[in-house]
């Protein structure tokens, strides 16, 4: 199974149309940086994410969608910065060439900042000082030393360096597991949940998260580039859960951790069942 979940288009749609309305578009270069990565085909999970913890936790999905738009400015504004030859020197993002390679590294940059002041802002318009004051913090430890930042500053660290397994678990879930986390708790926040469904939910998309990542490794190594939208082999320099514990592993490591996060779903009954059809789809993806 590799299709998306037939709840994701509606979601997406909403989704969509927030980004479109929120990323200006050909008002100049950096605009136009911006929009170039924002706007550009994606699967949008951790919109969906949020918007699925809002929806569970009985709240109302229009009000959650500034979130759901934010956290996906957040994601595209680190692709920007992931792929810069500083970085992981990436060709290709979403289908179409590396941003940098479009615009030049300098506009590139720009419109990553450009984009996490869209998300930031974002918050701040869209909802009342103390719940978007609570929105900023959850999000910007995701983005900080303890999450996305921290998370690929170790990783450039470990290029051509051998590392244990806890040190590459550090890595992925700051670089790819805090913004999860986020999404599924910033979600929950818009509907004004209480501390035992947060704390599920944080659980769920804490160990969904990682499994995202390592099937990411996996698609690296056997992934097709017209299906994933970027290279493959770009991670033949850095130890990778595949390259830790080999395909079968690697594999059998992210269907544990999205059994895992099911299992945090428990509390919510069947009303979770679109979380654990996510998660189907994280361990089954082909893009």
Do not use: W
Not at 126 to 143: C, F, G, K, N, W
């Amino acid at each position: 199974m590799s299709a998306l979940p037939r709840f994701f288009a509606a979601y997406q749609r909403r989704v969509t149309a927030e980004l479109e309305r929120l990323v200006p578009r050909d008002q100049g270069p950096v605009e136009r940086a911006m929009a170039y990565t924002a706007l550009a085909p994606s699967k949008e999970v951790r919109a969906v994410l949020v918007l699925a913890c809002a929806e569970l936790c009985r709240g109302q999905v229009e009000r959650a969608v500034p979130v759901a738009a934010a956290i996906e400015l957040v994601h595209s504004a680190s692709l920007i910065l992931d792929d810069l030859p500083s970085m992981d020197d990436a060709p290709l993002r979403r289908g179409q060439r590396a941003n940098h390679l479009e615009f030049g590294e300098a506009i590139a940059i720009l419109a990553a900042f450009g984009l996490l002041n869209l998300a930031f802002g974002t918050f701040a318009r869209a909802y009342e000082p103390e719940l978007a004051s609570r929105l900023t913090s959850i999000t910007s430890d995701a983005v900080g030393p303890g999450g996305l930042i921290g998370g690929q500053a170790i990783d450039l660290l470990a290029t051509d360096q051998q590392i244990s397994f806890e040190t590459l678990e550090r890595i992925h879930r700051g670089k790819t597991g805090a913004l999860f986390v986020a999404a599924a708790t910033c979600g929950a926040l818009t509907a004004g949940a209480a501390a035992e469904p947060i704390a599920a939910l944080t659980a769920f998309a804490k160990n969904l998260g990682l499994a995202f990542q390592i099937v990411d490794d996996l698609l690296d190594v056997e992934g097709d580039p017209a299906l994933t939208g970027k290279a493959v082999r770009e991670d033949a320099r850095k130890t990778t859960f595949v390259s830790f514990s080999g395909v079968d592993g690697a594999r059998q490591l992210a269907e544990e951790l999205c059994g895992t996060a099911d299992r945090a779903l428990a509390p919510f009954g069947d009303k979770a069942d679109r979380l654990r059809e996510l998660s189907a789809f994280v361990i089954s993806r082909r893009s």
